[in-house]
């Protein structure tokens, strides 16, 4: 299957559809996140694109010319794939801050950076994951949260699984927290058979959702 | 007099799901969609709207920031926001301007108390 843009493979409505349970899935992670962070926190998802893993790199690369962090976790089921809350290395201090507040020294900001990627990217990618799982009535194993740090190719290259990672789910991430205003992006990396499955699984839900209205 | 809700929402599933929902309650009801926040206000410009069902999370001007401009203009309408992010801030800005926050995904049981509350409200004032 060579399409130019694998968006040509879920249609219109189902790519809405999969933007609306990524934006319920940050919603109730900008949730969660409030509840540790302890100020209110904005997360939006302005766009959410699906495409080859070597547009993704070269997206990435245009867009951050510097080194990138990242959070990623693997998740298995019916769809298995990779997950990874990407951020240039320059902000993630800046994120570790907007999270943890108060007034620290340096020095404890770079100990706490892990434990707070870690932990940040634990509930961003739980949250976003485990509310689609769920709306679309399938459940997922996640893996524990590792850093990664490098540039596109390295992180789109992290070994198995997935092996044949083609497909790549892109959502450009605002976060707000405490004045301070942060961009950074999930991705979501699956393999054609798993696209597959959930082009089949968000046909379900959207007939769940309309009772066939939308047809 | 026929009672118009005017749906708010960038993704047209969310407003099929709204107009669905609201369907099952209020059969008798009149719809209106808006895909975002100057749809919506060109659409309250052009034509009588009695309620609004508004998402919280569009980009550019944000189901609050709406509510807020349309109450300016409608004192008295009963407005929902829907939004699967209910944090404490969101509410203290929902209560300043009067707006309901309604939970997402959308149920009838979720939307119910809205609805019969804007019922009830537009029948007294009628009166």
């Given at each position: 299957?060579?399409?130019?843009?694998?968006?040509?493979?879920?249609?219109?409505?189902?790519?809405?559809?999969?933007?609306?349970?990524?934006?319920?899935?940050?919603?109730?992670?900008?949730?969660?996140?409030?509840?540790?962070?302890?100020?209110?926190?904005?997360?939006?998802?302005?766009?959410v694109?699906?495409?080859?893993?070597?547009?993704?790199?070269?997206?990435?690369?245009?867009?951050?010319?510097?080194?990138?962090?990242?959070?990623?976790?693997?998740?298995?089921?019916?769809?298995?794939?990779r997950?990874?809350?990407?951020?240039?290395?320059?902000?993630?201090?800046?994120?570790?801050?907007?999270?943890?507040g108060?007034?620290?020294?340096?020095?404890?900001?770079?100990?706490?950076?892990?434990?707070?990627?870690?932990?940040?990217?634990?509930?961003?990618?739980?949250?976003?994951?485990?509310?689609?799982?769920?709306?679309?009535?399938?459940?997922?194993?996640?893996?524990?949260?590792?850093?990664?740090?490098?540039?596109?190719?390295?992180?789109?290259?992290?070994?198995?699984?997935?092996e044949?990672?083609?497909?790549?789910?892109f959502?450009?991430?605002?976060?707000?927290?405490?004045?301070?205003?942060?961009?950074?992006?999930?991705?979501?990396?699956?393999?054609?058979?798993?696209?597959?499955?959930?082009?089949?699984l968000?046909?379900?839900?959207?007939?769940r959702?309309?009772?066939?209205?939308?047809s | 007099?026929?009672?118009?809700?005017?749906?708010?929402?960038?993704?047209?599933?969310?407003?099929?799901?709204?107009?669905?929902?609201?369907?099952?309650?209020?059969?008798?009801?009149?719809?209106?969609?808006?895909?975002?926040?100057?749809?919506?206000?060109?659409?309250?410009?052009?034509?009588?709207?009695?309620?609004?069902?508004?998402?919280?999370?569009?980009?550019?001007?944000?189901?609050?920031?709406?509510?807020?401009?349309?109450?300016?203009?409608?004192?008295?309408?009963?407005?929902?926001?829907?939004?699967?992010?209910?944090?404490?801030?969101?509410?203290?800005?929902?209560?300043?301007?009067?707006?309901?926050f309604?939970?997402?995904?959308?149920?009838?049981?979720?939307?119910?108390?809205?609805?019969?509350?804007?019922?009830?409200?537009?029948?007294?004032?009628?009166?």
């Amino acid at each position: 299957m060579m399409a130019s843009t694998i968006s040509e493979v879920l249609n219109e409505l189902e790519l809405d559809a999969l933007t609306e349970l990524v934006n319920i899935g940050v919603s109730r992670a900008a949730f969660s996140l409030r509840e540790m962070v302890g100020e209110q926190v904005h997360l939006s998802v302005p766009a959410v694109d699906l495409v080859h893993r070597m547009r993704a790199i070269e997206t990435l690369e245009g867009r951050e010319t510097g080194p990138l962090v990242a959070v990623h976790q693997v998740f298995e089921g019916d769809i298995t794939g990779r997950a990874m809350l990407i951020f240039p290395e320059t902000k993630s201090l800046e994120l570790v801050r907007a999270v943890i507040g108060g007034e620290l020294s340096l020095e404890d900001i770079i100990e706490l950076e892990q434990e707070a990627l870690a932990e940040t990217g634990n509930i961003l990618l739980n949250g976003c994951l485990g509310t689609i799982a769920n709306m679309l009535h399938r459940s997922l194993r996640m893996s524990l949260p590792e850093i990664i740090r490098g540039k596109g190719p390295e992180l789109f290259s992290l070994p198995p699984p997935p092996e044949a990672a083609d497909v790549v789910m892109f959502l450009y991430i605002n976060f707000t927290v405490r004045q301070r205003n942060i961009s950074g992006y999930i991705v979501m990396l699956m393999d054609i058979p798993s696209l597959a499955v959930l082009k089949s699984l968000l046909g379900e839900f959207i007939e769940r959702a309309t009772d066939g209205m939308a047809s | 007099m026929v009672i118009t809700v005017l749906i708010v929402d960038d993704s047209k599933l969310a407003r099929i799901v709204a107009a669905k929902t609201l369907a099952a309650l209020q059969p008798e009801w009149g719809r209106v969609e808006a895909g975002n926040a100057q749809e919506a206000l060109a659409i309250l410009g052009e034509r009588k709207v009695d309620v609004a069902m508004i998402d919280f999370n569009m980009p550019t001007t944000d189901g609050l920031e709406l509510a807020r401009e349309i109450r300016s203009s409608h004192p008295t309408m009963p407005i929902a926001v829907i939004t699967a992010n209910i944090q404490d801030e969101v509410i203290a800005r929902a209560r300043e301007v009067n707006a309901t926050f309604v939970s997402k995904p959308l149920t009838e049981e979720g939307l119910r108390g809205f609805i019969s509350g804007a019922a009830l409200r537009l029948r007294s004032s009628a009166a």
